[in-house]
C-alpha cells in the first residue's frame, strides 16, 4: 500500500494560484487511481478531482468550474492539483487519496488518505 504526503499548501489573495502535490511512496503508484478531496472547518470531506492510473481520465467537482487542474508523474510517484482563480471559499484542508478499484471516487472508496495540506484563500 502506498503512503501519501501532500505539500504546497499555504496563504493566497483571492484570484492567486497554488500548485498542490502529493508525493507515494512504494512501486505501485502506477497501479492507483489518485485524487483530491477538501473539508472546510465544520463542513463534510468534498471531491475536487481524481484522475485515473494513467492519466487518461479525469474528473472534477462541479464547483471547480475549469480553475483547477490535476495532473500526474508516475515516474516522481507524485500527483499535482494547480488552483487558479482561488477563492476565499476554496479554504479547506486538501487531502490527497488513492484508490485501486476507482476513478471517482467517492470518500469511502478510499484506501489511502494523506494527512492533508492547509490552503487559506483571503479576500
Known amino acids: 500500500q502506498v503512503q501519501l504526503v501532500e505539500s504546497g499548501g499555504g496563504l493566497v489573495q483571492a484570484g492567486g494560484s497554488l500548485r498542490l502535490s502529493c508525493a507515494a511512496s512504494?512501486?505501485?503508484?502506477?497501479?492507483?487511481?489518485m485524487g483530491w478531496f477538501r473539508q472546510a472547518p465544520g463542513k463534510g470531506r468534498e471531491f475536487v478531482a481524481a484522475?485515473?492510473?494513467?492519466?487518461?481520465?479525469?474528473y472534477y467537482g462541479d464547483f471547480v468550474k475549469g480553475r483547477f487542474t490535476i495532473s500526474r508523474d508516475n515516474a516522481k510517484n507524485t500527483v499535482y492539483l494547480q488552483m487558479n482563480s482561488l477563492k476565499p471559499e476554496d479554504t479547506a484542508v486538501y487531502y490527497c487519496?488513492?484508490?485501486?478499484?476507482?476513478?471517482?471516487?467517492?470518500?469511502?472508496?478510499?484506501?489511502?488518505w494523506g494527512q492533508g495540506t492547509l490552503v487559506t484563500v483571503s479576500s
Open positions: 487519496a488513492a484508490s485501486r478499484e476507482y476513478t471517482r471516487m467517492g470518500v469511502s472508496q478510499v484506501e489511502v
Open positions: 484522475i485515473s492510473w494513467s492519466g487518461g481520465i479525469t
Open positions: 512504494g512501486r505501485t503508484f502506477s497501479r492507483y487511481a
